[in-house]
């Protein structure tokens, strides 16, 4: 009986994980369109300004380096939503495998019951 509680509580921790971990990827999905939104507009600006006689290559390097910080935060914020992404993938996996091991033993423990009766 000891493994079935055992089995029960990882089952309302993991499921506990997963739902925080789901409510988190729902902000960074949101934190990281915002923060790309602020990247694309600034570089868009920044394009508008530099000088129109450059060449269109300069022209993009040059409003590159004008937003740096807002794409390196972009990247980041990315980044930071696919992690967690990964995160709720490994956590359902682990969920799913501890719902099989408790099947498993729920199985166990009835064909017990009928052998010892």
Known sequence: MSDQIQINNELIRISKAL???????TRLCRDAAETRDDYEISKAKAMLKVGRDMKVDQMK????LTVEAEMRAAHIAEAQREAMKERIRALEAVL??????????????????????
Request: hydrophobic share 50%; proline share 0%.
């Open 61 to 64: 390097a040059t409003a590159t």
């Open 96 to 117: 799913n495998a501890l719902q099989t091991r408790a099947a498993f033993l729920r199985a166990e423990i009835g064909l017990a019951g009928r052998l010892t009766a």
């Open 19 to 25: 739902a925080e971990a789901s409510n988190e990827y």
